[in-house]
């Protein structure tokens, strides 16, 4: 059992070197000969990306329904808009829309690569999870933005904060 997980580590790895579309004869081989445990583990990364979906996609929701768009009202209604915090919040609510589309095509693309035949078809399948890959490190990059942008809020917020007083 441990050569084995040592086999399928080594695997990844390998796969994970490999410029975009080339694919060695000895890993297309083990592509074929370990299908099975890798659908396995790409079914277990697919579940836990679903729920760290839901939980980013739940907080975003709330960050921007919540805190960003009551704040930008309040702060009109008392004659005192930010044009900084609007035009934050716009991009807050943009980049969580493209995160949420980027999401639907990364999983798309991941349930597309789990129905794969890795068996008889290695090279496509690999050339399917290269897609993949650049897909989730799309999203990872959409994250990063919306932790940009609630850093900046912070920040726009307390330098509002000290002028106020």
């Given at each position: 059992m441990r050569r084995f997980l040592v086999v399928i580590a080594t695997l990844a790895l390998s796969l994970m070197t490999l410029p975009v579309g080339a694919i060695a004869k000895n890993q297309e081989e083990a592509i074929s000969d370990h299908c099975e445990s890798i659908r396995n583990s790409l079914k277990m990364v697919q579940k836990n990306d679903a729920k760290a979906r839901v939980h980013l996609g739940g907080r975003y929701e709330t960050?921007?329904?919540?805190?960003?768009?009551?704040?930008?009202?309040?702060?009109?209604?008392?004659?005192?808009?930010?044009?900084?915090?609007?035009?934050?919040?716009?991009?807050f609510a943009d980049t969580k829309t493209i995160f949420v589309n980027d999401y639907i095509g990364y999983q798309q693309n991941l349930e597309?690569?789990?129905?794969m035949d890795c068996k008889n078809e290695?090279?496509?399948?690999?050339?399917?999870?290269?897609?993949?890959?650049?897909?989730?490190?799309?999203?990872?990059?959409?994250?990063?933005?919306?932790?940009?942008?609630?850093?900046?809020?912070?920040?726009?917020?307390?330098?509002?904060?000290?002028?106020?007083?």
């Open positions: 960050i921007l329904n919540e805190f960003l768009m009551p704040l930008n009202v309040r702060l009109v209604e008392n004659n005192l808009p930010s044009e900084e915090l609007v035009k934050n919040q716009n991009e597309e690569l789990v129905g290695p090279a496509k399948f690999y050339e399917k999870l290269v897609k993949v890959r650049q897909k989730r490190k799309t999203m990872e990059q959409d994250v990063l933005k919306l932790r940009t942008l609630i850093t900046n809020q912070i920040n726009i917020v307390t330098g509002l904060r000290s002028k106020v007083k």
